[in-house]
Nanobody
């Protein structure tokens, strides 16, 4: 079992920045692919970004490319999402997820590629 706890959400003005963290339990964190997803009210869950087991490979949704950066610290069992140049359309609940496969694939751009989920943290961007 893996437990994931997100933090770092909040209210920020458009153009501002936030850094989300996701702390994972368990000794095998370094073997998981990690992902970030978001869900806005009335919308479906949306893939944001993913990172492979070592941090050497990353993937981003087009909507956040160039603005968001995913990273991980395996010594701290933590994955991060640095969000810059935030827009009102980035407003959503952001959740992290862990996948048992260490490697990125088309599957890890979708929710079905992940086995464990956190409860999420709210990000609100005001205009």
């Amino acid at each position: 079992q893996v437990q994931l706890v997100e933090s770092g959400g909040g209210l920020v003005q458009a153009g501002g920045s936030l850094r989300l963290s996701c702390a994972a339990s368990g000794r095998t964190f370094s073997t998981y692919t990690m992902g970030w997803f978001r869900q806005a009210p009335g919308k479906e869950r949306e893939f944001v970004s993913s990172i492979n087991w070592s941090g050497g490979s990353t993937y981003y949704a087009d909507s956040v490319k160039g603005r968001f950066t995913i990273s991980r610290d395996n010594a701290k069992n933590t994955v991060y999402l640095q969000m810059n140049s935030l827009k009102p359309e980035d407003t959503a609940v952001y959740s992290c997820a862990a996948g048992l496969s260490p490697f990125l694939s088309t599957r890890t751009r979708e929710a079905r590629g992940y086995d464990y989920w956190g409860l999420g943290t709210q990000v609100t961007v005001s205009s």
